[in-house]
């Protein structure tokens, strides 16, 4: 089915402007997201999806074009990222469901972030635009649910960097939602996704193009970003799907090394995933995002000291968590502490390990191993 972005602005007026973390207030504030299946007379069908890091609010169908996305939006983003899994009798029914993503605040798919004009100086945000947490991207939502009439989600859903964000949302707005499926995600950021992260980070910074985040008017910083995404690729996929990959063939440009020669299919692949991601992707955006994920912590999010304060308004709701046992971008240990913390606070919880040999990857790929426990939690 084809599909077209939606889009929503608030914050025009200085009363309805987000309320970021930091105490300051930002607006005006769009919004991109996409809706399937229709959403029932009394509002209570509603089913909310948060994306992954590099992920976009188009989750399924075909989507050729979205408005004041540039070149970013080509045929790796056409396809909805999570096709296999939503839609008429999918997992996610949308023959009985209404589904909604947003594409997240600082994002570079339609939803206001650094590469959108500030109307205050007719130029791009960059470096100026605000630093933000999970909370504000969460916060940045709730305008939009409230001028669709949902005040609670039969059910909430978020795969990798999304599960932190319906982890927030689920503790922050406990009374928004019923039914939380965090997939492949944890509760805290932890010491090896900081250090991860950081070099991500540094990788971005210390191009020379990258000029404080005011690189729109002259060229990106190309190879920095290419670098953060080599660094962070070899934790989604496993090693085994990382050969199963790869070709005989090797490339390398003559501009990206002087003196080293790729040499080994090994080499060409991890270079292939850097460069292709540039296509598609904003640097800004992946810098705020990825620093947002290094600052995440729940409680701390939540302002609570301890996880039984955490979830104590949240004893109505019922979660099915996902671990994959291959994982090293959120290893399975962080799924078993999120499922301890909710356990202890008596809350429903239903832990699911599944196998796979496609490491962190597989929420995207293997959609059967995951539809029986999907279905199941919906159909209660």
């Given at each position: 089915?084809?599909v077209?972005?939606?889009?929503?602005?608030f914050?025009?007026?200085?009363?309805?402007?987000?309320?970021?973390?930091?105490g300051?207030?930002?607006?005006?504030?769009?919004?991109?997201y996409?809706?399937?299946?229709t959403?029932?007379?009394?509002?209570?069908?509603?089913?909310?999806?948060?994306?992954?890091?590099?992920?976009?609010?188009?989750?399924?169908?075909f989507?050729?074009?979205?408005?004041?996305?540039?070149?970013?939006?080509?045929?790796?983003?056409?396809?909805?990222?999570?096709?296999?899994?939503?839609?008429?009798?999918?997992?996610?029914?949308?023959?009985?469901?209404?589904?909604?993503?947003?594409?997240?605040?600082?994002?570079?798919y339609?939803?206001?972030?650094?590469?959108?004009?500030?109307?205050?100086?007719?130029?791009?945000?960059?470096?100026?635009?605000?630093?933000?947490?999970?909370?504000?991207?969460?916060?940045?939502?709730?305008?939009?649910?409230?001028?669709?009439?949902?005040?609670?989600?039969?059910?909430?859903i978020?795969?990798?960097?999304?599960?932190?964000?319906?982890?927030?949302?689920?503790?922050?707005?406990?009374?928004?939602?019923?039914?939380?499926?965090?997939?492949?995600?944890?509760?805290?950021?932890?010491?090896?996704?900081?250090?991860?992260?950081?070099?991500?980070?540094?990788?971005?910074?210390?191009?020379?193009?990258?000029?404080?985040?005011?690189?729109?008017?002259?060229?990106?910083?190309?190879?920095?970003?290419?670098?953060?995404?080599?660094?962070?690729?070899?934790?989604?996929?496993?090693?085994?799907?990382?050969?199963?990959?790869?070709?005989?063939?090797?490339?390398?440009?003559?501009?990206?090394?002087?003196?080293?020669?790729?040499?080994?299919?090994?080499?060409?692949?991890?270079?292939?995933?850097?460069?292709?991601?540039?296509?598609?992707?904003?640097a800004?955006?992946?810098?705020?995002?990825?620093?947002?994920?290094?600052?995440?912590?729940?409680?701390?999010d939540v302002?609570?000291?301890?996880?039984?304060?955490?979830?104590?308004?949240?004893?109505?709701?019922?979660?099915?968590?996902?671990?994959?046992?291959?994982?090293?971008?959120?290893?399975?240990?962080?799924?078993?502490?999120?499922?301890?913390?909710?356990?202890?606070?008596?809350?429903?919880?239903?832990?699911?390990?599944?196998?796979?040999?496609?490491?962190?990857?597989?929420?995207?790929?293997?959609?059967?191993?995951?539809?029986?426990?999907?279905?199941?939690?919906?159909?209660?």
């Amino acid at each position: 089915m084809e599909v077209r972005t939606q889009f929503y602005t608030f914050g025009e007026e200085p009363d309805s402007r987000l309320a970021l973390h930091d105490g300051t207030e930002f607006g005006p504030v769009t919004l991109a997201y996409e809706t399937y299946g229709t959403l029932n007379e009394a509002k209570d069908n509603a089913i909310l999806v948060f994306h992954a890091l590099s992920g976009s609010q188009h989750v399924c169908g075909f989507n050729p074009t979205v408005p004041n996305t540039g070149d970013r939006w080509n045929s790796e983003c056409q396809t909805g990222w999570w096709d296999d899994f939503v839609g008429p009798e999918k997992p996610v029914d949308t023959n009985r469901f209404f589904v909604i993503c947003v594409n997240y605040f600082g994002g570079c798919y339609g939803t206001t972030g650094p590469s959108s004009i500030n109307p205050e100086t007719g130029k791009e945000y960059g470096g100026a635009f605000p630093q933000i947490s999970f909370g504000d991207i969460v916060d940045s939502q709730i305008p939009l649910f409230d001028h669709l009439g949902i005040s609670r989600f039969f059910a909430a859903i978020g795969s990798s960097l999304g599960g932190m964000l319906v982890m927030n949302f689920a503790a922050r707005y406990p009374d928004r939602v019923s039914r939380v499926i965090p997939v492949a995600c944890g509760i805290e950021s932890t010491t090896l996704t900081r250090v991860h992260n950081l070099e991500q980070i540094l990788a971005i910074e210390n191009d020379p193009n990258y000029c404080n985040g005011h690189y729109y008017d002259g060229p990106a910083p190309l190879r920095g970003l290419a670098l953060a995404r080599m660094i962070s690729h070899k934790t989604f996929v496993s090693l085994h799907a990382m050969e199963a990959r790869m070709t005989e063939k090797c490339e390398q440009e003559q501009d990206e090394f002087s003196w080293y020669k790729i040499r080994t299919p090994l080499e060409s692949y991890i270079l292939h995933q850097g460069r292709k991601f540039l296509r598609r992707f904003d640097a800004n955006t992946y810098l705020y995002l990825v620093a947002g994920w290094t600052n995440y912590n729940l409680a701390r999010d939540v302002g609570k000291s301890d996880y039984n304060e955490v979830f104590k308004e949240c004893h109505h709701q019922e979660y099915l968590i996902f671990s994959i046992d291959s994982d090293c971008c959120f290893y399975p240990d962080e799924q078993e502490f999120m499922k301890d913390k909710l356990l202890a606070s008596g809350i429903k919880t239903e832990f699911v390990v599944i196998t796979s040999d496609k490491g962190h990857d597989s929420f995207l790929l293997e959609p059967d191993l995951y539809s029986g426990p999907i279905k199941k939690i919906l159909e209660k």
